[in-house]
């Protein structure tokens, strides 16, 4: 049972990778406020559009899109604005948290990385900020995760854009304050989602960061739906340039 959120009814959305994984639940949570979701992702998504449409009675728009090639995702955000009126929530949800070696980084990798897990989240903010300007607000939710902070090895490409997005967070919140644009993070735990369960949950792996966790039930993405959806709405609307942590309680801050 989640929070209702009456001023996220008909609201235009665009949410990167929501489709599956964690992205599939704030889909679906923000279809359930009534909301006007549209979003990308690389993979077809049309059979999920279809489940959702049957479950909530509200279809999301599906847009194919790779959004490392930013005119494709400018080009994305303007077709959801044309269907759906100017976006005034984005979430930057997309990400890739391929394990690698440091020392067999190349260039062409290092790129990559950052193309998915940082460049695309500034170039899909410059693209609804006017509109965002235009309607007197709006929220920008940036996704990171606590990896960094835990300082995790195994990934460094990955963690590096993680913390970066704190620092644009911070600054796209202190530029378009003034606009009454909100900008936020939003740092989950080790969610289980099934990419996460084929590539990379062990028993014992789960085990310990369990162990780490204040409260010792796994994460699952229907949880990190209800901080999405309080960042979204104007329950939240003095609460700006924040990283908001939902990871059951293993990284604490203050």
């Not at 229907?222 to 609460?239: N, P, Q, R, Y």
Request: charged content about 15%; aromatic content about 8%.
């Amino acid at each position: 049972m989640l929070a209702h959120y009456p001023d996220l009814n008909g609201k235009s959305v665009f949410i990167t990778g929501g489709g599956s994984g964690i992205g599939a639940s704030l889909t679906e949570g923000l279809l359930r406020q009534g909301a006007k979701v549209a979003f990308c992702q690389r993979s077809d998504a049309s059979a999920f559009c279809d489940a959702m449409q049957a479950a909530t009675g509200n279809r999301p728009l599906f847009l194919p899109c790779d959004i490392t090639d930013i005119t494709a995702l400018r080009a994305a955000i303007a077709q959801a604005e044309a269907a759906h009126g100017p976006v005034t929530v984005l979430v930057n949800n997309a990400a890739n948290d391929q394990r690698h070696d440091s020392l067999a980084v190349d260039e062409a990798f290092w790129d990559w990385s950052q193309a998915i897990n940082l460049k695309a989240y500034f170039f899909a903010a410059q693209a609804v900020i006017p509109s965002m300007q235009a309607a007197g607000g709006g929220s920008i939710i940036n996704f990171s995760s606590i990896s960094y902070m835990m300082g995790n090895a195994g990934y460094v490409a990955y963690t590096t854009a993680n913390s970066g997005i704190n620092g644009m967070t911070r600054t796209l919140a202190r530029e378009f304050g003034p606009d009454r644009i909100r900008v936020n993070a939003l740092a989950p735990g080790w969610v289980l989602t099934q990419k996460q369960k084929d590539l990379w949950v062990t028993p014992e792996g789960l085990q310990a960061h369990l162990d780490r966790q204040c409260l010792k039930d796994p994460l699952a993405p229907e949880d990190i739906v209800g901080g999405m959806l309080f960042l979204a709405s104007d329950a939240s609307k003095m609460m700006t340039g924040q990283a908001l942590v939902i990871d059951g309680g293993v990284v604490v801050t203050g």
